[in-house]
């Protein structure tokens, strides 16, 4: 599976932005989609996902601002981020993997997109 992420770009604090997500090749094997961020000097975490029965699940540090969604007929994932904090300030990256596969960066049944970056100033 490809993944192409989309729609950072730089807000104010309170403000809202949506990431798009957009998946080709053999998305049939996906189970789980999500959303990581990477910070400057921090570890990538994942911040959101969202399964193929539309289960989705938030971190507690987006939990209530944040809201996953997917579109299966676009074959796209959607991240939409309201109440943006400085400290959302990141890079973030899409990913795909299989039914009981864990997130890895080497794993043949887990896809990366290349990130996007959103930027949250004060």
């Known amino acids: 599976v490809q993944l192409e992420e989309s729609g950072g770009g730089s807000v104010q604090a309170g403000g809202s932005l949506r990431l798009s997500c957009a998946a080709t090749?053999?998305?049939?094997?996906?189970?789980?989609t999500a959303w990581f961020r990477q910070a400057p000097g921090k570890e990538r975490e994942e911040i959101a996902d969202?399964?193929?029965?539309?289960?989705?699940w938030y971190d507690d540090s987006v939990k209530g601002r944040f809201t996953i969604s997917q579109d299966n007929a676009k074959n796209t994932v959607y991240l939409q981020m309201n109440r943006l904090k400085v400290e959302d300030t990141a890079k973030y990256y899409c990913a795909a993997r299989h039914y009981g596969v864990r997130w890895s960066d080497s794993a043949p049944d887990v896809s990366w997109g290349q990130g996007t970056q959103v930027t949250v100033s004060s």
């Open positions: 969202i399964n193929k029965y539309n289960t989705p």
């Open positions: 090749g053999d998305t049939g094997s996906t189970y789980t």
